[in-house]
């Protein structure tokens, strides 16, 4: 990482929810925050820290379900947490491995990620079985196998528990989505 990138942006999705998402890189990676908003408010919010070598470190996701936590123990083999609730607090504990990602479904943020660590690895046309660890709103995460494809030089298909996602992807690893706009994130 020779010069650190601090970025921002927002866009409108397919299903007419608002993404804001921000990208901040520091000495141990980069720390991704977005947020997911409908006409009745914001539905979803993470955090994300993704490693220099592009592996997810950290997930916070809160929903109207509550605030998960997740991240990889110190040997790398079990992903742990909990989900905080208003009826109290659960632990969570998955299988994990030096391959596995994180997909939070409905955020695209996620996907971005996962594509940005396999670009050095998958060739335009070319496709690759993963594993992920998929969150959804209810915050019951699950392992999944996904297969990701790349399409053409910046875009990507991720196909995990019957959805597929698209995006495109520049080479700094951001999402480029339909009629977004970026900005710095320092003023």
Known sequence: ??????????ASLDD???LVWTAADGTRGRRW??????ASGVGLALLLEVGLDRRPTRLEVVTAAGLL?????????RLHGNVVTPDGVRHVELPWGPRQHLDVAGCPVTVAVIAHAFGAE???GASIDIRVVTVGRSLE???ARA?????SPRSWLLEVDGRSVSIDVDEDGLPRLDGEMTWPLER
Not at 33 to 38: H, I, M, N
Not at 69 to 77: A, E
């Open 1 to 10: 990482m020779s010069q650190w990138l601090r970025r921002a942006g927002r």
């Open 147 to 151: 297969r990701l494809d790349r399409t």
């Open 16 to 18: 007419d929810s608002r």
């Open 33 to 38: 925050r977005a947020s997911l908003a409908d």
């Open 122 to 124: 998958v060739s335009v």
């Open 141 to 143: 995460p699950t392992t």
């Open 69 to 77: 936590t997740l991240h990889p123990d110190h040997d790398g083999s």
